[in-house]
Nanobody, 114 residues
Framework: QVQLVESGGGLAQPGGSLRLSCAAS????????VGWYRQAPGKQRDLVAR??????NYAGSVKGRFTISRDNAKSTVYLQMNSLKPEDTAVYYC?????????WGQGTQVTVSS
């Protein structure tokens, strides 16, 4: 059974930081492209960042503020979020993708507000 379990969401002030984690089980984690997506109320789910091997790509809106990393030994992907803005408020989802296979976590809420 495949599981992606996110943690680390919560409330942060503008300019603050949060670190999200996503622990995977039931898959050969190192073979997968893993990433983070987010969905704000009334909006579509959009890519935030993803990583495969040593290659990363980021949405323009988070470049320079967010950093994605992975630990294949722990089957975990991280998203370090710095200089948070109110517009970063959303549910953040972990994703693992390999060819035609696609897995999602349950999501974790991130709220940026003073």
């Amino acid at each position: 059974q495949v599981q992606l379990v996110e943690s680390g969401g919560g409330l942060a002030q503008p300019g603050g930081s949060l670190r999200l984690s996503c622990a995977a089980s039931g898959i050969a984690f190192s073979l997968y492209t893993v990433g983070w997506y987010r969905q704000a109320p009334g909006k579509q789910r959009d890519l935030v960042a993803r990583i495969f091997g040593g290659s990363t790509n980021y949405a323009g809106s988070v470049k320079g503020r967010f950093t994605i990393s992975r630990d294949n030994a722990k089957s975990t992907v991280y998203l370090q979020m710095n200089s948070l803005k109110p517009e970063d408020t959303a549910v953040y989802y972990c994703n693992a993708a390999l060819r035609q296979t696609d897995y999602w976590g349950q999501g974790t809420q991130v709220t940026v507000s003073s």
